[in-house]
């Protein structure tokens, strides 16, 4: 029986490949950096133990009995380069037997070169960038490798799935209109459902290479960027067609500004704007306290009840001069990458068979996202207007 540690346990892939384990016969060890992501795997009243990665007798100490380790833990520069070193060192210090190292497609650059089909292309990620941290870490696994670890890095795309982070970034930026189709949306998006990278690292914890080279984990077919955005769009709710932008325009598109600061007049503005009322009226309790609110108002008189819905509500929106939505550069420009890589080395090598296609992994996203965001539920249009704010 094999004793996997799960490295950064309560994050989307961890979470997913914990849960998956725990069903099998082999006993599963997860570690955490904190208990702030954890609820997912706090649910199943699993004993998850801290770990920090800055610490090399609490690595060294952990892995004290482990046979196989799985790397999926996340951080900043220190923690995925020095994180790494001390678990490298304290894996071949423990005699573990096998180490599964999470890589990312980043390293062959962004975008990457049309060579990137298959693993053997050039890496070139843009110094200081992500890629290039994980180009750093990929070179640390093959040196242990080199010293006598067996280890593999699977090396995944975007991943999608029920809890993924990416698809819902997408979804708010349709909502949003943020996202733009480049050209007529037949641009490859390389993609790999949760489960399906999950099923790849079982596999890699009995079969594989032991140089530490990559595999390319992905969902087995190619899919365009229309079909992703015809999947989502249902869930964004917007109205009226994706707007769409030419290569050359999107090429030219620098980053935006990153997340809005939380602004408490912002906030007080959208709980109080009409459309957000309207919609908490439809609760006896609520719709008291607007009437209060609006009866205390206009006792104010006109002057200022116009001047205070001015300043909630903002000038009313002429179609000729409203300005459009900004675009997310980040999620828009990833359309230029251009690549679907093939996972045929990992079938050759690990046996692999992706568990979900590109459609059924997509149908459970929604189905996830629908049941996470209550939206079938009364409460919807509320969280509607919650999550457009």
Not at 98 to 117: C, K, M, N, Q, T
Request: charged letters at 20%; a positive charge; hydrophobic letters at 40%.
């Amino acid at each position: 029986m094999k004793r996997v540690a799960v490295i950064g346990a309560s994050g989307f892939v961890g979470s997913t490949l914990v849960e998956r384990l725990r069903a099998g016969p082999d006993e599963v060890v997860p570690y955490i950096h904190s208990s702030g992501n954890a609820w997912r795997l706090a649910r199943h009243a699993i004993d998850l133990r801290p770990l920090n990665l800055l610490e090399p007798a609490q690595v060294e100490a952990a892995l004290t009995g482990v046979t196989h380790v799985v790397n999926c833990s996340r951080g900043g520069d220190e923690v995925m380069l020095s994180g790494l070193r001390n678990l490298l060192t304290a894996s071949r210090k423990q005699r573990v037997e096998r180490f599964i190292h999470l890589g990312s497609v980043a390293v062959y650059g962004d975008p990457p070169s049309p060579e990137s089909v298959h693993e053997s292309a050039p890496t070139l990620p843009a110094p200081g960038s992500y890629g290039s941290v994980k180009l750093q870490q990929d070179r640390m696994v093959a040196q242990a490798a080199a010293e006598g670890l067996s280890a593999v890095t699977l090396c995944p795309p975007n991943i999608s799935g029920p809890y993924s982070s990416y698809l819902t970034g997408l979804v708010d930026a349709l909502r949003q209109r943020a996202f733009a189709l480049m050209d007529d949306g037949s641009a490859p998006c390389s993609l790999v459902d949760v489960a399906n990278l999950c099923v790849a690292i079982e596999l890699a914890l009995v079969r594989g290479p032991r140089d530490g080279s990559r595999l390319f984990i992905t969902d087995g077919e190619v899919a365009d960027w229309r079909s992703v955005v015809e999947h989502l769009t249902p869930l964004a709710q917007s109205n009226g067609p994706v707007a769409t932008i030419t290569r050359e325009a999107l090429a030219d598109m620098r980053d935006g500004p990153g997340k809005q600061p939380i602004s408490l007049m912002k906030s007080f503005k959208h709980l109080v704007s009409s459309d957000v009322r309207q919609a908490l009226r439809k609760d006896p309790l609520w719709e008291r306290v607007d009437g209060i609110f609006r009866r205390g108002v206009a006792r104010m008189g006109k002057s200022v009840e116009g001047a205070l819905r001015l300043a909630i509500e903002g000038p009313l929106a002429n179609g000729a001069t409203a300005s459009k939505p900004a675009l997310n550069a980040r999620l828009c420009r990833q359309q230029l990458r251009g690549v679907g890589h093939s996972c045929e080395a990992a079938r050759a090598a690990l046996g692999y068979q992706p568990l979900y296609t590109f459609d059924e992994s997509m149908r459970a996203f929604a189905a996830w996202y629908r049941s996470h965001h209550a939206m079938d539920s009364d409460a919807w249009p509320l969280l509607r207007q919650l999550y457009s704010s």
